[in-house]
């Protein structure tokens, strides 16, 4: 196992095979931010009246104007109010004209929307306005959690089960209840929904990167994460167009529902594969390689001590690569550091793995949290939501292809410290700045591309500190903490009831100083033991 980095050398660090199953396993990361549409695209406070149809029953010919005039108290301003009602009563008109009306109370039977910038939202849907607001931030928060307990539930069942099974599962679930969130008919049922698509959605990113990884060599292993993010801008910008045709959460629901179905098909199926050289049967007919579902991680195999499986999934990738397999390599295929019971306690034993896991995660969480608040904020910066979106996702777009070029010349450790400390500066600096609009929209999309881009890394650098045997544990738990920043996001950003501020302080505050402490695992072989993982300097 200490020579499997020789043996992908030999076989190809990057070829056929790796763009193929890199370009698989992240493209559907340009679907994934889709889901985040019916939480993004609310138009939180819209305008509106209460419902006060019970008026028509005194006079079916009321115009409009007279039933709002009769029927909603005004506020201290002249407007009519959005929160309240008069108390409904059994007159006829005359005496409801002549006596009026002074009793108030909150809306009765819903409200009316009108002037709004969508034609359904969840907002609108289920009527989360007036004393019902606070639920939009608990169905982001629901949502969050429902990623988080995806990377708690697939990061261990990828050790026991394999990378394979735990990137399959989750893009099943997506799928079902992408579906059937469109359909559900009150919050409930649509918070029950969105956390098995929040499971489903942690579970695909942290194990679709992992084991793209571990087939990628040394020198482009910073590619899987990477690549995921540059998916996930370009989704981004198609979710600015898609919202701005098609402005009705449920139809884009289902519309997200397509794709996935592809995904599935393909992901669950069958790859097959062109091998340029001939086979010695008759004729001389050109290979084809069938490789069913897709293919495990020869690491992890090997871990697990399944030496037959890895020989012959690593002879069909050299054949696909176009590379020869010398027989003498076979022989350096050893089992080692086979995966040890309580992984997570295996995890905290060691002083440096122990240091370097609670560093990484602090990192991975004050940035995930810095992103997220941003994100569920994009309606509030002052510009249109569509414009909005569609700068956040081009400026994603050519900072995460820089990226790739960056964590190969600057390293890892100067790369998340750079930008962690450069998105808490510039997002502390939207404090002086309020009011101004255009000024501080670039300051918050600068803030939320350095903050994801600082995501990125700690994505590549988890599983290049931490050996083969809890490498997926360690991106599992670190993934799991990182949600825990997203899940915190929407209450971070209700603390703006008490001070508009408060949350601005909340998210530029940095841990990047901190990944000082870090080794620097640029260029290196990924760790196959714990003796190997501590000694990176």
């Known amino acids: 196992m200490s020579d499997f980095g020789e043996i992908l050398r030999a076989i190809g660090e990057f070829g056929t095979f790796q763009k193929l199953i890199l370009f698989a396993l992240t493209l559907p990361n340009m679907i994934l931010c889709f889901h985040f549409a019916s939480v993004y695209f609310v138009q939180s406070d819209p305008e509106r009246h209460c419902n006060t149809d019970w008026i028509l029953r005194a006079d079916p010919d009321l115009s409009p104007g007279e039933q709002l005039n009769l029927t909603v108290p005004r506020e201290q301003d002249g407007s009519l109010s959005r929160c309240r009602m008069f108390v409904p009563v059994d007159w006829n008109i005359s005496e409801i004209r002549e006596r009026g009306l002074n ?104 194990n679709a990167v992992v084991l793209a990884t571990e087939w990628i060599g040394v020198s482009k292993r910073s590619w899987g994460a990477c690549v995921t993010q540059i998916f996930n801008a370009i989704g ?165 292809i820089l990226a790739i070029w960056l964590l190969e010349v600057v390293g890892r450790k100067m790369s998340l410290m750079g930008t962690l400390m450069t998105a808490g500066f510039l997002c502390f600096m939207m404090l002086p700045l309020a009011g101004q609009s255009v000024v501080v929209t670039l300051l918050a999309t600068s803030g939320r591309f350095l903050t994801n881009w600082a995501c990125s890394v700690c994505n590549v650098y988890i599983q290049e500190l931490f050996p083969t045997s809890i490498r997926q544990t360690a991106s599992g738990l670190g993934a799991i903490v990182s949600r825990v920043g997203g899940s915190l996001s929407p209450l971070v950003n209700m603390m703006a009831l008490y001070h508009w501020s408060i949350p601005i302080v909340c998210y530029s505050s940095s841990s990047g100083a901190l990944c000082f402490l870090l080794p620097e695992t640029r260029r290196r072989e990924l760790p196959d033991s714990t003796e190997e993982a501590e000694g990176i300097r």
């Open 103 to 206: 009793e108030t109370t909150e809306c009765l039977s819903g409200w009316e929307y009108h002037s709004s910038l969508y034609t359904s939202t969840i907002v609108t849907d289920f009527d989360l306005v007036c004393s019902r607001a606070h639920l939009l931030q608990v169905a982001q928060t629901v949502f969050m959690a429902g990623i988080l307990t995806g990377c708690l539930l697939f990061g261990p069942f990828a050790e026991s089960f394999g990378r394979k099974r735990a990137t399959q599962i989750p893009v099943v679930v997506l799928l079902v209840f992408t579906a059937t969130t469109g359909l559900c008919h009150n919050v409930h049922l649509y918070y029950v929904f969105q956390f098995m698509v929040g499971i489903g959605y942690g579970g695909y990113r942290v």
């Open 236 to 400: 981004q910008c198609v979710l600015a167009g898609l919202i701005y045709m098609i402005r009705d959460w449920r139809l884009v629901q289902l519309i997200t529902a397509a794709p996935l179905s592809v995904v599935v098909i393909y992901i669950w199926w069958v790859f097959i594969l062109y091998d340029g050289s001939t086979c010695s049967c008759a004729g001389g007919l050109p290979r084809l390689w069938f490789i069913r579902f897709v293919p495990e991680s020869a690491r992890w195999l090997l871990n697990r001590g399944r030496k037959e499986e890895a020989k012959a999934l690593l002879l069909k990738v050299a054949a696909i690569n176009k590379r020869p397999f010398p027989e003498a390599l076979l022989t350096k295929i050893s089992v080692k550091d086979q995966v040890p019971e309580r992984r997570t306690r295996a995890l905290f034993l060691s002083p440096v793995l122990r240091r370097n896991f609670l560093i990484i995660t602090f990192a991975w969480l004050s940035g995930s949290a810095a992103y997220y608040c941003l994100s569920f904020n994009m309606g509030n910066f002052g510009l249109n939501i569509f414009l909005t979106q569609l700068i956040f996702g081009l400026t994603e777009l050519p900072v995460h």
